[in-house]
């Protein structure tokens, strides 16, 4: 049996998928510790793992930063981005550290298991590993490490072949190193230098590359190859939630009998408060199709949609996906990144539509792989998602890329993965002791 600490920051689509995990670990022996928010304490004991909570100064609502950050309301582009680095992440470090610190110091742990996110564990893997255990990223969202055949992370730039699209890559990463998020990272490396006596040893959203193991949790198919990728990182394959208990389906389920194609439309459960960024416009530009368009509001109350519905639209507050999915011709989605791998491990090609967080760079994701169109946008017309829906449906291509992706998500197993990568890490710390 093994003791591992896990660390999230403290939103809702990094806690949940971490919960996952911790669950797998705990019902195969191990004992899990599992620091976040007081917020999610009861998911976690739920899962058999002890809760740890957050010191207040790193317990900071990312699923409603508005609320704690008023002077972050109307910010946009690169002053939105340099506020959010900064004050939801950055600034968090040295109390999430000092947490991190004190259950080391509290017991025996075998290694530390954390989104990438989490700057404490960025500061802690400075340390000597004589003074750590080993400190092992969970990639929950698209992989962030660096390449010189990669854009940074964040643009949602895809891949450009060759010399030029290597210059093209060093062009952009001088600029958000050193312009755009300059001050950014002299924050970070100074609360580095505070906190461990050294430099961050390089840019702050490029430290999960420099962790002891980075297991990412996709398939390279869905991912931009790196020939210069770490040898530190694994892809493990999509997490797979457990099917969830969620009571009887719908009256109208019978209607998904495959005499008409299944459009499924969703903004997930927390980006849900403004259906006219994708939901309505959905709706608006398939009413008149022989298509039908399936809404999952994402747990907010039906009659928050309009009243006068296109008879073609069904509505539910919660879907079963390991359900629905195989009935689905068309995902149209802000590009949660479960969500979209849970599509396309049932072969679902997506029409995707979100340009904030980690979703600019799903969304991208989606095009390059051609599993998919990126709209490019995140409140989109209804025009254009017609177009899309039209495009994905009649043309092969977009199935044909989704199944090949979703092969080889079916053939992995993340959880093994990811317990093969943690003995590996943890055996190397003892051997190297």
């Excluded at 591992?4 to 996952?20: D, R």
């Excluded at 939801?88 to 991190?100: T, W």
């Excluded at 020939?227 to 394959?237: C, E, I, K, N, S």
């Amino acid at each position: 049996m093994s003791t591992y600490l896990i660390t999230c920051t403290p939103a809702h689509g990094h806690v949940l998928p971490l919960l996952q995990i911790a669950r797998h670990l705990i019902e195969r022996g191990d004992e899990v510790r599992f620091l976040t928010s007081i917020r999610y304490a009861e998911r976690v004991t739920a899962t058999g793992a002890q809760f740890v909570a957050l010191p207040a100064d790193a317990d900071v609502d990312l699923d409603d930063a508005d609320a704690a950050f008023p002077e972050r309301v109307g910010l946009t582009g690169p002053a939105a981005l340099r506020f959010d680095m900064s004050n939801l992440f950055i600034r968090p470090g040295a109390a999430q550290l000092a947490a991190v610190r004190a259950e080391i110091a509290r017991g025996q742990i075998d290694a530390i298991l954390t989104e990438p996110l989490f700057v404490g564990c960025a500061l802690l893997q400075l340390l000597p590993k004589t003074r750590r255990p080993p400190v092992v990223v969970l990639g929950i969202f698209p992989l962030g490490a660096r390449s010189r055949d990669t854009a940074p992370f964040g643009l949602g730039v895809t891949p450009m072949p060759g010399p030029i699209g290597r210059l093209r890559n060093a062009a952009l990463r001088t600029m958000a190193e050193r312009v755009i998020f300059g001050g950014v990272q002299k924050e970070a490396d100074a609360m580095a230098v505070r906190e461990t006596g050294q430099l961050l040893g390089g840019f702050v959203l490029d430290w999960p590359g420099r962790a002891d193991a980075y297991v990412q949790f996709t398939v390279p198919e869905f991912e931009y190859p790196r020939p210069d990728l770490p040898g530190t990182v694994q892809f493990a394959g999509p997490l797979t939630p457990r099917p969830a208990n969620t009571g009887d389906l719908p009256d109208w389920w019978g209607d998904l009998d495959g005499s008409h194609p299944v459009v499924h439309v969703t903004q997930g459960t927390i980006a849900n408060s403004d259906f006219t960024q994708l939901v309505i416009p959905t709706i608006t530009a398939l009413a008149a199709s022989d298509a039908l368009v399936v809404v999952s509001t994402g747990g907010r109350p039906i009659d928050t949609l309009p009243s006068d519905l296109p008879i073609n639209v069904r509505v539910a507050e919660y879907l079963p996906y390991d359900r629905l999915l195989p009935l689905v011709d068309v995902l149209v989605t802000n590009g949660g990144y479960g969500g979209v791998q849970q599509a396309l491990s049932h072969g679902v090609p997506i029409v995707v539509a979100g340009q904030t967080e980690d979703k600019v760079e799903v969304s991208a994701r989606v095009g390059w792989s051609g599993a998919g169109v990126n709209l490019r946008a995140t409140t989109v017309r209804h025009e254009r998602v017609r177009a899309a829906v039209e495009k994905v449906l009649h043309d092969a291509s977009y199935r044909a890329n989704a199944e090949r992706i979703g092969a080889a998500m079916r053939a992995s197993d993340a959880e093994a993965a990811l317990v093969e990568a943690l003995d590996a890490v943890t055996l190397d710390w003892v051997r190297a002791a």
